[in-house]
């Protein structure tokens, strides 16, 4: 089912699978050039200009991509797919796990993307570039809460695919992507910590520059926390499941 959505997205398509690697790209250069020039007068800029400043957001951003796209299609999976609920014997929780494991791919496949580019500008790998699978193995419970959370509840909920645009906004920009949270008032900071990205964003930009994980002890709590809410999840999903043929 993964290898299934992730090539349906481009098939008929000329490009095919290479619009996988070609979207980052794109992505990036965009952002280069729209938004560095504004946003790299803060922090960055005396760290190495826009350039510096695109590469170190530019992961940030593939994490919200990432969340975005199980948030954005997460309300639908169980009432667009009919045959699934009413016609067959199916495990409906393939449909939220097949939804988080393609946006991972797509997350992984961004971040080789920027690496390469990143060794291109500054010729070499970034430091702690073999961190980041570890990185996304912890985010992943996280991801997989918002699947089955948002699945079940768009059974019931139908306004919900209309809702979580403007959350996925808010979880943007409440989330250090664009600057650093030391840079904003503490008050702020601590509506910070609650985002899902924050944690995540913070750790990619430290291995990115120093090498290393700083924040062994957040990670772990992150970890457990999101963990344990993607299990209270599946047992929402597990509970709602025997009403959903009545109501896809």
């Not at 393609?102 to 390469?116: D, E, N």
Request: hydrophobic share 55%; glycine share 8%.
């Amino acid at each position: 089912m993964v290898r299934h959505d992730f090539t349906q997205r481009y098939r008929g398509s000329y490009g095919g699978i290479l619009w996988s690697f070609a979207n980052p790209v794109a992505m990036l250069a965009v952002f280069t050039l729209a938004f560095g020039g504004l946003f790299s007068k803060g922090a960055y800029e005396s760290e190495g200009g826009v350039i510096y400043y695109a590469l170190n957001v530019f992961p940030g951003l593939l994490l919200f991509q990432a969340l975005a796209e199980v948030i954005n299609k997460a309300p639908t999976l169980i009432t667009g797919n009919p045959a699934y609920v009413k016609k067959i014997v199916f495990p409906l929780e393939a449909l939220p796990i097949t939804a988080v494991l393609v946006a991972l791919s797509h997350l992984f496949i961004g971040l080789m993307v920027w690496g390469v580019i990143y060794g291109l500008f500054f010729n070499q790998v970034p430091y702690g570039a073999m961190y980041l699978p570890l990185l996304l193995l912890i985010f992943a419970p996280a991801l997989l809460f918002f699947g089955l959370l948002f699945s079940a509840l768009g059974v019931f909920i139908r306004d919900l695919n209309h809702i979580v645009v403007p959350f996925g906004q808010a979880l943007l920009f409440l989330s250090p992507v664009f600057y650093r949270t030391e840079n904003i008032p503490l008050k702020w900071q601590l509506l910070l910590n609650f985002n899902p990205l924050t944690i995540i964003v913070e750790q990619i930009r430290v291995v990115v520059a120093q090498g290393q994980i700083s924040d062994w002890v957040g990670l772990i709590l992150y970890f457990l926390t999101a963990s344990f809410f993607c299990a209270m999840a599946w047992r929402v999903f597990q509970w709602c499941r025997g009403r959903f043929a009545d109501l896809v």
